[in-house]
């Protein structure tokens, strides 16, 4: 009978022992199940899709620290491309000129009053000139803020009677508002922005 009483008792201990097996085993299994949820959250909200020609396709997502060269470089060619780029016609130069002026700072604005002052908006619409800048490249040092920067491009100004091909090089820097805005959706703000060259590199006569 007591040998009945020990059996009992160590089958007890048994499935005391199997039921903390299974409740550690259970906890593990939900602890990692949570936590490769959180990891496919985490990686869910990375994803970001665009639409190109009705086509979705996945985008991966950078912090703003990552893509700060890519960005700035595309601010300041966006606003050479608003400043410098005419047509003739007087509503599209205030168009364009007003969108480039969110972008940078009193030093456009001056450049911008020179032009005016000296009728050179007026020449180009009573003149039916027209104006296209070209990137070649820009140069953005990232090491220090704000970031300097020079443009190196071309600037071509097509007259009735002439096609002339100017060299086009700027300088200045480049602040971090950490601000996006639909006027400025890159959140940068140009300073002290200065053209350094714009002279003829080839005149031809039509």
Known sequence: MFQQF????????????????????????NCYTVYKSYLYAGEAQQRVFVIVNGKAIQAVA?????????????HIKVFHNLFFSL??????????LSKSMYLADKS?????????EAGYYDQ?????????????????DV????YPFRFYGKLKIVRPTSTVIRNLVTNGLIRDLNTRTENNPHGFLIERWNIVDNTDLTVKQK
């Open 143 to 146: 090491n220090q803020h704000p």
């Open 124 to 140: 180009v619409v009573s003149g039916n000139i027209s104006q296209e800048v070209t990137c070649d490249s820009v140069h953005v």
């Open 6 to 29: 020990k059996n009992i008792e160590s089958a007890f201990k048994h499935i005391k022992l199997f039921t903390a097996v299974v409740i550690v085993a259970t906890v593990i299994i």
């Open 62 to 74: 950078a912090s703003r620290k990552d893509n700060v060269a890519i960005e700035a470089v595309d």
């Open 108 to 116: 456009a604005k001056d450049q911008y009053d020179d032009l005016k």
């Open 87 to 96: 047509t003739p016609d007087e509503k599209a130069i205030q168009a364009s």
